[in-house]
Nanobody, 127 residues
Framework: QVQLVESGGGLVQAGGSLRLSCAASGRTFSTNAMGWFRQAPGKEREFVLAIRWSGGEAYYADSDSVKGRFTISRDNAKNTVYLQMNSLKPEDTAVYYC??????????????????WGQGTQVTVSS
């Protein structure tokens, strides 16, 4: 089993920044990649970014919703993944979830690829 704990959410004004962290524990060696998703009220869970532990290859959402504003990074020694969010907009308001995928293949933009999920952290961007 792998446990994921997100932190760093909160309330921020539009244009501000936040950095979310996701600390993994347990059988982390069994995971291949980590991803961030978000879910706004009344909407489906949406892929944001993902990264592979080995090599650090990053995967971005096909849409332009976060491109140029959000970046993902990882610290293998700490088993922690970060989501840096800049130039935040009210439409970024959502619960942000991190997730871990065990398979070295599979579409990291698809939430069904992931085996483990954190509890989520709320991000609220005021206008």
């Amino acid at each position: 089993q792998v446990q994921l704990v997100e932190s760093g959410g909160g309330l921020v004004q539009a244009g501000g920044s936040l950095r979310l962290s996701c600390a993994a524990s347990g059988r982390t060696f069994s995971t291949n990649a980590m991803g961030w998703f978000r879910q706004a009220p009344g909407k489906e869970r949406e892929f944001v970014l993902a990264i592979r532990w080995s090599g650090g290859e990053a995967y971005y959402a096909d849409s332009d919703s976060v491109k140029g504003r959000f970046t993902i990074s990882r610290d293998n020694a700490k088993n922690t993944v970060y989501l840096q969010m800049n130039s935040l907009k009210p439409e970024d308001t959502a619960v942000y979830y991190c997730a871990a995928a065990s398979s070295p293949i599979g579409n990291l933009r698809d939430r069904h690829t992931y085996d483990y999920w954190g509890q989520g952290t709320q991000v609220t961007v005021s206008s």
